[in-house]
């Protein structure tokens, strides 16, 4: 296993930018590194992606020096091990409602004595032929996998003070949109109820001392929420893709 360069920052409270993406095509991940962006999120909630896929995603974003971290579809401890055997680097959990869920995830993410993950001669373990042994490895990588699970629920903000005692979590990454319907708002996040909602759960987190994540559209927008204290901030390739493309097509008026 690598050093993770993302939590490294984070821990030295510098801020960090990357995409989610539904692709499973390992050379856009390959791409996003050479741009520049700190992490890759492969997203296993929104997409046909497999484990086997995961590895070659992986792969490319070793090739190009960016992080490579995943949202898991489901709080799965078997799932979330094949996930991080392929040399995934964190693991976002969408839907974290519960201290139990919470507390769970924690577990299929790290090895004893911190959770239950197992050993095996896998990618992140160099196949087991690497410079660490056994030991070595388990404490290297404990200390190097992020675990952030999403906000994008009310009953999650209704337990946040519960939450926010969990031992072994890195930090929390608040999704808007689905936040936003769990509170009644359909539309979108526009709403003041949403956006002063989020801004005290950001302040909650941030007092708790640990990292805030959301997500965000332009540069812009980007640099206002790390002056805020937000230091993971996240956009989706489609998203990019189509800021820059309209961008690209003023040219055609």
Known sequence: MK???VKTRLKNNLPV????SNTTDPTVAELCGFSGLDFYMID???SPVTTAQVQDIVRACETSGITPLARVRSNDAKLIGQYLDTGVQGI???GVRTVAELEALVRAVKFPPLGNRGVAPVRAADYLLGDMNQGEFVQFSNEQTLVLPQIEDREAINNLDELLAVEGVDGFVIGPRDLAMSMGYYDGPGHDEVKRTIGSVVDRIRKAGLIVGTTAATGDQAKALVDRG???????FAGLLKSATGEFMKGRQ
């Open 92 to 94: 976002m959990m969408p």
């Open 230 to 236: 937000v230091l993971f901030c996240l956009n989706s």
């Open 3 to 5: 050093p993770n360069i």
């Open 17 to 20: 930018l990357g995409v989610l």
């Open 44 to 46: 296993g909630e929104h």
